[in-house]
T-cell receptor, first 114, second 110 residues
């Protein structure tokens, strides 16, 4: 089992540019999660899909951030008009089920906005 | 609101000494408790989880007991190794969202 795959591993963008981050969950897992990790805030929940349907996006900044899951094998997190404060490691996780199941994390995408 | 408080790091120990990382949590619900470990350049990986109060979880010599009365879940290891150097996160989930502590950076000196 390959684990959760995230691409790219590193991304550098200029202020105002768009960034798209990709996640391939573990095959057979029905739930996909996105988290953001920074030194100051630590690990923060962003959004969650179950069976490809968006369920909770309460952690997503309301402007500029969006997430999709067009099929069961990948999810994307898009950040429009990136700002320096968006610099962080973005982590994708998946789990077999939902309620209190273990989430398996990918290696993350390190985004740097200059 | 839901939160986790854990020992602030960094914690520096010599190989062979004992480790305790304190963790307390706050939630109105009935959580499953986790310890995750993160190595440089990787995502957090599960060390172990404990879904029920008063039970103990363990893995690789690390252990923690889910103390519901004290709302605590302290991580312990009797004898640390240099390879244990990493960041350790206490966490819980009530349903699907994982709430993490700030992490404790452990350095083990040879």
């Amino acid at each position: 089992n390959a684990g959760v795959i995230q691409t790219p591993r590193h991304k550098v963008t200029g202020k105002g540019q768009e960034a798209t981050l990709w996640c391939e969950p573990i095959s057979g897992h029905s739930a996909v999660f996105w988290y953001r990790q920074t030194i100051v805030q630590g690990l923060e929940f962003l959004t969650y899909f179950r069976n490809q349907a968006p369920i909770d996006d309460s952690g997503m900044p309301k402007e500029r951030f969006s997430a999709q899951m067009p099929n069961q094998s990948h999810s994307t997190l898009k950040i429009q008009s990136t700002q320096p404060q968006d610099s962080a490691v973005y982590l994708c996780a998946s789990s077999l089920g939902v309620n209190q199941d273990t989430q398996y994390f990918g290696p993350g995408t390190r985004l740097l906005v200059l | 609101g839901d939160s986790v408080t854990q020992t602030e790091g960094p914690v520096t120990l010599s190989e062979g000494t004992s480790l305790t990382v304190n963790c307390s949590y706050e939630t109105k619900q009935y959580p499953t408790l986790f310890w995750y470990v993160q190595y440089p350049g990787e995502g957090p990986q599960l060390l172990f989880k404990v879904p029920k109060a008063n039970e103990k979880g363990s893995n690789r010599g690390f252990e923690a007991t889910y103390n519901k009365e004290a709302t605590s879940f302290h991580l312990q290891k009797a004898s640390v190794q240099e390879s244990d150097s990493a960041v350790y996160y206490c966490a819980f989930t009530n349903a699907y969202k994982v709430i993490f502590g700030k992490g404790t950076h452990l350095h083990v000196l040879p």
